[in-house]
Nanobody, 122 residues
Framework: QVHLVESGGGLVQAGGSLRLSCAASGRTFSNYAVGWFRQAPGKEREFVAA????????YYADSVKGRFTISRDNAKNTVYLQMNSLKPEDTAVYYC???????????????WGQGTQVTVSS
């Protein structure tokens, strides 16, 4: 069992930055890939970024490539999502999720956090 808690969301103006954190407890964190997903009102949950257990592989959605950076510190059992040049369309609830294998689909992830709200004003 892996327990995930997101933090770092908030309200920011367009062009600003936020850093989300996903803190994990439970089994050996480096055994798990972690993905970030987001869900805006009335829309389906979508993939944002993912990182492998040891951090050697990362994936990004085209919509965030070049603006967002995913990283992890396994000593702190934490994965980060640095979000720069934020746009109003980035507004959503952001979730982190963990699984044994890295992937881009939410159905591949077994453990989920409760989400953190990110709101980008224009």
């Amino acid at each position: 069992q892996v327990h995930l808690v997101e933090s770092g969301g908030g309200l920011v103006q367009a062009g600003g930055s936020l850093r989300l954190s996903c803190a994990a407890s439970g089994r050996t964190f480096s055994n798990y890939a972690v993905g970030w997903f987001r869900q805006a009102p009335g829309k389906e949950r979508e993939f944002v970024a993912a990182i492998s257990g040891l951090g050697g592989t990362t994936y990004y959605a085209d919509s965030v490539k070049g603006r967002f950076t995913i990283s992890r510190d396994n000593a702190k059992n934490t994965v980060y999502l640095q979000m720069n040049s934020l746009k109003p369309e980035d507004t959503a609830v952001y979730y982190c999720a963990a699984n044994n294998f890295i992937g881009r689909s939410n159905i591949e992830y077994r453990y989920w956090g409760q989400g953190t709200q990110v709101t980008v004003s224009s």
